[in-house]
């Protein structure tokens, strides 16, 4: 994180990477390029929200709205009566279009708004409500993620004994790359980043470490807990595995995770599993699975400074 702004004056490159930032601010508030308006947006919030320079106040309180306007309400205005309500996507769909959203937008998005709002309220300019988000409507989203039937009124919910607690990317099926192979139903596929996501969601939108859907994500969490792999996914996501994992237990104030084998420290776990895997040149990338651009070194070495940040954050 940006402790100092006075800093920045010592980085060229931290200069210039803020200065493209604010050069790809749009109209509407938002910060992107062609697409994937709500995911820029939600990261590019952050990296202002961590400067908190006085003059980004309006790009940042703009920014925000975007964000915050990007959040489903698809069939009764102000009801959760379509399964992706509350839920955000990656921004700029057509009008008229279906409602789409997925857990890793949305806890990209709920994240820059949290910090965001916090911001505001602690410089003594707390936003709007017209320009925050529903963060009940949120949670009812999040919560139709989890496999988790009390708190879930999705069809699916509960079936999967296995995974209880668990999250999928979407609050409906989706079918595999390639499609439906047998014609039949489509199960929900639950992993390990995407449940991190779920939690660390719920605590954004605050929920408290007693709720049961917290409880029910860390039994899972616990139960398939590794360092090895992004669990349900295996090499793919591996990086975005390791940097979620580390923010949500971070966050939560968990520094000792209960698994099949005992208590475990994730800290040193992550801490010795990273340093392992570092390349060379001091880079990292997963040489195992390209997905989602994690054979690009620059990202998944962001991903792992990101990741090891959270861990010194535990262990101060």
């Not at 709007?128 to 993620?145: G, M, P, T, Y």
């Amino acid at each position: 994180m940006i402790q100092d702004p006075a800093n920045e004056a010592k980085s060229d490159e931290l200069k210039r990477g803020y200065d493209f930032l604010l050069r790809n601010v749009k109209p509407d508030g938002g910060m992107y390029t062609k697409a994937r308006a709500n995911y820029n947006t939600a990261i590019c919030l952050m990296a202002l929200v961590l400067r908190a320079r006085p003059e980004d106040e309006e790009i940042i309180r703009r920014a925000r709205r975007f964000v915050a306007h990007q959040q489903n309400d698809a069939d009764t205005p102000g009801k959760t009566d379509n399964p992706f309500d509350g839920g955000i996507g990656y921004g700029g769909a057509q009008p008229g279009a279906p409602a789409h959203g997925d857990l890793s937008n949305t806890s990209f998005a709920l994240e820059a708004l949290y910090y965001s709002k916090k911001l505001f309220e602690d410089s003594g300019k707390p936003v709007e409500k017209k320009d925050d988000l529903n963060w009940n409507a949120a949670i009812e989203f999040v919560s139709r993620c989890q496999n988790l039937k009390a708190t879930n009124d999705q069809p699916w919910a509960g079936q999967d004994q296995e995974n209880i607690g668990a999250f999928g990317y979407t609050p409906v099926p989706q079918a595999p790359r390639g499609g439906k192979k047998d014609g039949g139903p489509v199960p929900m596929r639950y992993y390990g980043s995407i449940s991190y996501a779920g939690m660390l969601s719920f605590i954004y939108a605050g929920l408290t470490p007693e709720d049961p859907r917290i409880k029910a994500a860390l039994e899972w969490l616990g139960a398939n807990y590794t360092v090895d792999e992004n669990p349900g996914m295996g090499a793919e996501g591996l990086y975005y595995y390791y940097h979620t994992m580390a923010k949500s237990l971070a966050t939560a104030g968990i520094r000792t995770l209960k698994t099949k084998s005992g208590a475990a420290d994730w800290t040193a776990d992550l801490s010795r599993k990273l340093i392992s895997l570092q390349n060379a040149d001091g880079s990292w990338a997963n040489t195992a699975s390209g997905r989602w651009m994690e054979s690009d070194p620059v990202l998944v070495t962001a991903y792992t400074v990101l990741a090891l940040e959270q861990v010194q954050r535990v262990m101060k």
